[in-house]
């Protein structure tokens, strides 16, 4: 007999559930938002927002993001100012809109019983936690994941329904606009049409809306290919991807080995039930044959696995950060499959309780981001004795230290290297990069080593100080950083 958990609600009730779990994520989400000092990318957002919309919409050919979420943190900008407590509110936003829409879809979908755990899944997740502190474009991206599987399905359902393919349309544009990396979201979505959206008797109604994408994407374009291009050229930083990363993000995404085992073993006594009880051929056959369970499925392999193929064959972008999208799909196909195993009331309940401790237990309410900027700053500036030179490494790193060290200066600045440089700050990569009449001058030079080995391992630049200077000391700041202080022989 199957629980009362196994029925789907109706909008109403799957909204008043979304919102429920919307309530909590926002208790979990906002209590140590800023916590962490910005750092690592954000205050890259931060600097680009702060400019005139021209100079964002100029940045598409510079940037590896589409400028939409700048744009977005620009507005938000000129509505609540620069203070650094407000700065991560839109990504908390789309976080919390993630949470909403997940609940409500899998609610709507699946059942009470999906619902509950996939709002268990994604509220107590420490990595869709971390990405709602972080002032970058993720919780956006996932946001619009959401979206896109919802108008997916609704296609699914009335393939005939003409406003549906001008809403996924709209989606599309913006996620093209967010990430390139929603191509693998393009992909799943015209997998997902072709197997059930009876494209033969639908084809028409996809023309208008495919035109009006076409020219909302042609100014982006030119910047797509050219980002392609330089990408393939350059290379990155990102490691090669390994095969034992594909169960290891998995570990990541629902926090920890402990709990991806926790609910992988729960799947498993649940199937193990219904073999002995005999009835896995009505679960199973109700399960495979759920266009549900496959359109989730499409997504999260299509996302998933084509990113890592992306990584084997063209560039490494196997990082939690770039695939945070895909456990979208992930979440709501865990919904699906524990729902459809279990039908019995006690095992419901036992079901969500178990995946409830998974998740509390390994939840993170405040992880961090390995970045002690404000201490980094204060022991730069108390190893500088009058005149020093400081050389920071790598140069990417110049917008983070003078988002700190020189805050009234950090929006509005046109080129933050020149002003830094005249400060007698130089952000550099390599050793040939310094000014020589400042590496060769008599005044003593403080060394910000920002994990330089990792990123830019042949520097060169500690060699060549410790080679023709007397290094007077050494500070390590809890995370990555490192402050030399040399002098002149």
């Known amino acids: 007999m199957n629980g009362f958990l196994s029925g789907k609600l109706n909008a109403r009730k799957s909204s008043v559930l979304a919102f429920a779990f919307l309530t909590l994520a926002f208790s979990l989400r906002v209590i140590f938002l800023n916590s962490n000092d910005i750092a690592l990318d954000e205050p890259f957002t931060l600097y680009w927002a702060g400019k005139s919309i021209p100079e964002i919409a100029g940045l598409a050919m510079e940037e590896n993001n589409p400028p939409l979420h700048f744009l977005i943190q620009h507005f938000w900008l000129e509505l609540f100012g620069t203070d650094a407590d407000l700065q991560r509110w839109p990504s908390m936003i789309f976080g919390l809109l993630t949470v909403f829409f997940l609940v409500r879809l899998a609610a709507s979908r699946i059942s009470l019983f999906g619902g509950i755990s996939a709002g268990l899944l994604i509220t107590f997740s420490t990595e869709h936690l971390y990405y709602s502190h972080e002032a970058r474009t993720y919780t956006l991206l996932c946001f619009l994941t959401v979206l896109a599987i919802a108008c997916t399905l609704a296609i699914i359902d009335k393939p005939s329904e003409s406003r549906n393919y001008f809403f996924l349309a709209g989606i599309c544009l913006l996620l093209t606009y967010t990430h390139y990396l929603s191509l693998w979201i393009f992909i799943a979505m015209a997998i997902s049409w072709f197997i059930y959206g009876k494209p033969r008797d639908n084809f028409v109604k996809l023309i208008f809306p495919g035109l009006l994408f ?193 805050p009234d200066m950090f929006y509005g600045q046109t080129h933050i290297k020149t002003a830094l440089a005249k400060k007698g700050i130089f952000a550099v990569n390599y050793v040939r990069e310094i000014p020589g009449s400042e590496l060769n001058s008599g005044r003593e030079i403080v060394f910000l080593d920002s994990d330089a080995a990792f990123t830019v391992p042949e520097n060169g630049i500690l060699a060549k100080l410790k080679a023709n200077r007397k290094q007077d000391s050494m500070i390590a700041i809890p995370g990555i950083f490192k402050v030399y202080k040399f002098s002149k022989n």
């Not at 980002?227 to 594909?246: I, Y």
């Not at 970045?371 to 050389?391: F, H, P, S, Y």
């Open 214 to 406: 076409i020219a909302g994407f042609l100014p982006l374009a030119w910047a797509a290919l050219f980002r392609l291009k330089h990408m393939n050229a350059t290379g990155t930083w990102v490691p090669e991807a390994e095969f034992s990363q594909l169960y290891g993000h998995i570990n990541i995404m629902l926090n920890d080995r402990v709990s991806a085992s926790i609910i992988g073993g729960l799947i498993l006594f649940l199937f193990a039930l219904s073999i002995k009880a005999s009835s896995i051929k009505q679960s199973f056959d109700q399960l495979f044959k759920s266009k549900d369970f496959a359109v989730f499925s499409i997504w999260f392999g299509c996302l998933y696995l084509g990113l890592f193929l992306q990584s084997i064959l063209f560039q490494p972008v196997f990082l939690p950060r770039y695939l945070i999208f895909s456990s979208i799909p992930l979440f709501l196909l865990l919904s699906l499959v524990l729902s459809n195993l279990s039908k019995k009331s006690v095992f419901q309940w036992l079901s969500l309780a178990l995946v409830c401790i998974a998740m509390i237990f390994t939840f993170d309410i405040n992880p961090g981001n390995n970045r002690n900027m404000k201490e980094l700053i204060t022991t730069v500036n108390r190893q500088i004795d009058g005149d020093a030179v400081v050389i920071i490494c790598p140069a990417s790193f110049d917008l983070a230290y003078a988002y700190h060290a020189f």
